[in-house]
């Protein structure tokens, strides 16, 4: 058994096991210590008693304990506007075993597919039909090794107009050339 570029190691090495099944033997190997993240091969070499050596098994895999990067550029968070739509942006990158994918939900409901662009990162998606009152946005970006990154936006949609309670002029009536103060209530 070798992996990567490593040394071969054979039956007895620490880690290494066998056990008998039919017809044949089972060889574990746990690893003493952990593999970094990246890309391994392991490959494989047995033979019989008689010297006759199977042909050469590998597997190749990836080691990604690494969450992906995600990095939300709209909307900003604590944003309160009258619009009843909203665009989610961003980026999302995963060097280890890229690309990640992207999730968003609104109020605990997914939205639906995100494209994520596979060279720049980017993503893009319009939340439309958002009622008045308080939204929760959560943009989870998540890599072929199930590693996840979460960013939540807290927006404010406030479709109501102003409306004047009063208007007062004190002193009332003003003489020419006197101070005065005009107050205004609105809500």
Known sequence: LKIDAGSALGIGAAGMSQSAISGGYRITYTP??????????????????????????????TVDTIAPSLN??????????????????????DATSGPATITITLDGNDVGA????????????????????????????KDLANQTSTVTRNITVDTSTPVFVSITLTPNP??????????????
């Open 32 to 61: 003493q210590t952990a593999l970094s993240d990246g890309a391994h091969t392991i490959a494989a070499n047995v033979s019989d008693y008689d010297g006759n050596a199977a042909t050469q098994a590998s597997v190749s895999f």
């Open 114 to 141: 995100v494209t994520v662009n596979p060279d720049t990162g980017a993503f893009s998606k319009t939340l439309t039909g958002l009622t008045s009152g308080a939204h929760t946005i959560v943009v989870t970006a």
């Open 174 to 187: 003003v003489d020419a050339g006197a101070t005065y103060v005009i107050s205004v209530d609105v809500v």
């Open 72 to 93: 939300v550029t709209s909307p900003t968070n604590g944003l309160v506007t009258n619009q009843t739509s909203v665009t989610v942006a961003g980026t999302t990158s």
